[in-house]
């Protein structure tokens, strides 16, 4: 039997006020998540914009395969309560 941990990947900056606000919600809760810093690395920046299509951060990639960018708190509770997580 294989036990799966249900976490985020998190693809943001330490500048981004919108990934600053998503992290310290998650962070919050105690939802686990995996920090992915596009400045500090092109494949994490290249990732980032493959999952949603844009340049913007932060982007989220939930473990059911599902991706939001830019999410407000209202939605990303609203994502994190579907999936169980909260």
Same mark, same amino acid.
């Given at each position: /039997? =294989?036990?799966? =941990?249900?976490?985020?990947? *998190?693809?943001?900056?330490?500048?981004?006020?919108?990934?600053?606000?998503?992290?310290?919600? @998650? !962070?919050? #809760?105690?939802? !686990? *998540? =995996? #920090?992915?810093?596009?400045?500090?690395?092109? !494949?994490?920046?290249?990732?980032?914009?493959?999952?949603?299509?844009?340049?913007?951060?932060?982007? $989220? $990639? *939930?473990?059911?395969?599902?991706?939001? =960018?830019?999410?407000?708190?209202? @939605? @990303?509770?609203?994502?994190?309560?579907?999936?169980? /997580? @909260?």
């Amino acid at each position: /039997m =294989t036990e799966t =941990t249900q976490s985020i990947e *998190f693809y943001g900056a330490a500048w981004c006020g919108d990934c600053v606000r998503a992290s310290a919600l @998650l !962070e919050h #809760y105690g939802v !686990e *998540f =995996t #920090y992915h810093d596009v400045d500090a690395s092109d !494949e994490d920046k290249a990732a980032a914009i493959k999952l949603s299509g844009r340049p913007n951060i932060p982007v $989220l $990639l *939930f473990p059911d395969g599902s991706v939001l =960018t830019e999410p407000s708190n209202p @939605l @990303l509770n609203s994502k994190l309560t579907e999936l169980g /997580m @909260l």
